[in-house]
């Protein structure tokens, strides 16, 4: 609707100037009982899961509008402005009107209104978090609230509780994390002085800089967004600081135990909480799922789809409701709640997202599929080799994967690599993480090899990475919520040898392009790494070109490769491993083997010597 | 039954032990290989296929009981007197039970930690029941797979162990080598997506050879019978003279055509920490005819029932 929403009371809600629409709302005032008009949107059908979702500081429920228009395909979205913010008005006196408390009477005001019978889904950032733990620690909500999002805000007295343990029995670690989070904290002193935070807020601050300091430092696109209220609601909500921080911190609860499951997610690049601040929290929400995402404090504005994603999944697993869930969850096209979470190592990053990986039918590739799969994502398992691709995915549907899928393409056909790009799009949306690991053997000399046996080297090990990260990546800077691409280069990619020539070209070639591409896209939060493996005992070796043999011979090299591989059985799933560590830390080079490690470091030391380890004769 | 349907085939028998005797060659093999007749017809293979039974009945009572809360040590113990109950005095192996990730053998490094240990079962783990009693002077050994509750992935390994039962027995009466047929298995295990585990067991064998033991003293040492043992060892010692061996493992030792005689067979596939195994008595002799050559002593087990209850497509390769 342009120009005007219809607000319940049959009045319209005139739209503030530059406000971003929350399209199709239907926006209505709800009164507390102190005389605070709050406004409040809802949108998608109503009878479906009601989900609320809470702004933090400074921010208007806008802050929400691209999270809450993907939810309300499925569920009644519900946001209101927090009091003094956005269309709500401030109490007065402002002083004392911005306790926890109040805040608890505003939400269950609102909840009543338009969710009287059911317990409603809560999901709050920052301040709204901070609410949001309040919500549901607090008895008198209890039935209200069915489960608990928390995105970049801790409670208070969770907070308070561990200040005090870390300020009360210090050990070094402690002290660090003491440190290390009051240093991020320097905005809550800020804050806290009198009549200048206003002054800021209402001046240039406000008017001009945040859009471009958001945009800068954490790389929110300020199109539309915040909106033309922000002056106000910084300036107003600094009392929410000055009315709770400092007597909760001193004073914290010891009641402060959720009553609903809560989901916790917590972005790894937040310049204000330290990823610290969460742990030992299971003793504070038993039922407790944790979700981590690469992304900075604003992650309602810059990974929505992940968090709509997430939102909906816990939305579903809680809802009491079978049915009604089932008709509301058409993503995916199933309705049925899922299992939550997975167990596998990194399942808190991975949960949920969608992962490709190339070369899937066996080896690395199958073992990557799999590690990804324990930790709950939606995998597709694409190689040319149909009956193994197939297997990949059945097996990986057995151990977790949220979803298993199988592609079968030919990584070095670049018609079909488009196609594939297009089919994962339309399918199953943009993939949170690529594995380019499709390659293949070639070995003997130069001089021996054919310029045939050079193009299929190339075609498949450098023409089907550079297809998958030419493709995959463009899909991501479109998306622009990150992401990430694994390339699986070699350890000859940086170790000469006079066995390997053709295939460490080949794979020396990815590595540089993994480097010079992660640069390129670092702007756009994409991680690139390039994984170095060494000797693996993978079924490489039964594959690999001899060049200059004829078959008897060739077979003689590979059964006698595959022995000495065999022997040195180095498993392909610790790669894997070291694949989804580089995705969480975003490693740049990965050599895997201690081989492929002390190759690296010998190459930096000593490149001489490794020059003439080059000149040995190989064993195969 | 097995033996009820192969009955039959009895009138055959004559010529199979003559026949056995020319092809060894003048190696003069022992017993029970070079006496057997065709299929379920020789007296001695009824002794072998009895005990068999009587040691899958044993793990299917045993697993019946299983609960949660229940060690590996109670389920071995359990194992061991429900057959002493039943006659049994000597081992090939005394009793073991695998719970949970210890049915993929995840982090064995010595085989003292094959051992029942204080694990206790708990709902969805998936366990291994395996025991090789010697009953009348006749040896079984035996590996039963099972889950406390259902297991989608448990149920796909056993599914697909079936393949490898049909390409052991295809290869066999192919007389590939032994080694030839390791690999092979290992291939289709990689090929399957799993990890071959009976790589973990002493000299990674997926079988071994067993026969006849005599009746009376019967220590144990390291939880095998010493007169099992013994049979194993002087095998062994006449294989090494002759160019075959009593283990069927990876390597060069293996590298000769299937022996005469009975084989115990235990492909052991492993998952990510779940695993699964059969292990039963695969009779080869040397007839001509492939049919006879080799065959499983009985196929009225638990693992094939199950496989033909699902209609599952046992001899198909996936």
Redesign the interface.
Known sequence: MSGSEPTADGGREPAASGAPALEGASVRRVRTAEGVELCVAELGERGRPPVVLVHGYPDSKEVWSEIARQLAADFHVILYDVRGCGRSTAPKPLRGGFTLEKLTDDFLTVINAVSPDRPVHLVGHDWGSVQGWEFVTVRRTEGRVASFTSISGPSLDHFGHWLKKRANRPTPRRVGQLLAQGAKSWYVYALHTPALPELAWRGPLGRRWWPKLLNRMERVSTDDYPTSSLPDDAAHGAWLYRDNVRSRLLRPRDDAYAHTPVQLVTPTGDAFLSPRLYDELELWAPRLTRRTLAARHWAPRTRPDQLTAWVGDFVRANEPDAEAAAGGGTRNGIGAPRRLPAAGAYADHFGGRLVLVTGAA?GIG?ATV?AFA?AGARVVAVDRDA??AH??AE?AA??GAAEAHAEVVDVADESAMEKLADRVRTEHGVPDVVVNNAGIGLAGSLLDTTTEEWRRVLDVNLWGVIHGCRLFGRQMVERGQGGHIVNTASAAAYLPSRSLGAYGASKAAVLMLSESLRAELAEHDIGVSAICPGVVNT?ITNTTRFAGTDDKEEQRRRRQATRLYGRRNYPPEKVAAAILRAVVRNEAVVPVTPEARAARVLGRLSPRTLRLTARLRPPV | MASAGTAGMAGMAAAGGTAAGKAAGGRAPRAPSARTGPRGSDPSLDGFREVQRLAYECAEAVAAQLRPGVTEREAARMQRRYLAERGVRDWFHLPFAWFGDRTAFAGFRHPLQFFPTDRRLEPGMPFILDMAPVHRGYTADIGYSGCLGPHPLHEKLLDDLAAHRALILEQVRERRSLREIYLAVDQLMVRQGYENRHRAYPFGVIAHRVDRVREGWSPTLFGFGLQALKGLASDALRGHREGWSPLWSPYRFSDHPPRPGLWAVEPHLGFRGTGAKFEEILVVTDSRDPEESAFWLDDDLPHVRRWQDCGSQEGKRP
């Open positions: 066996s199958r799999f324990e009956e193994g297997r990949t097996m057995l151990i079924n």
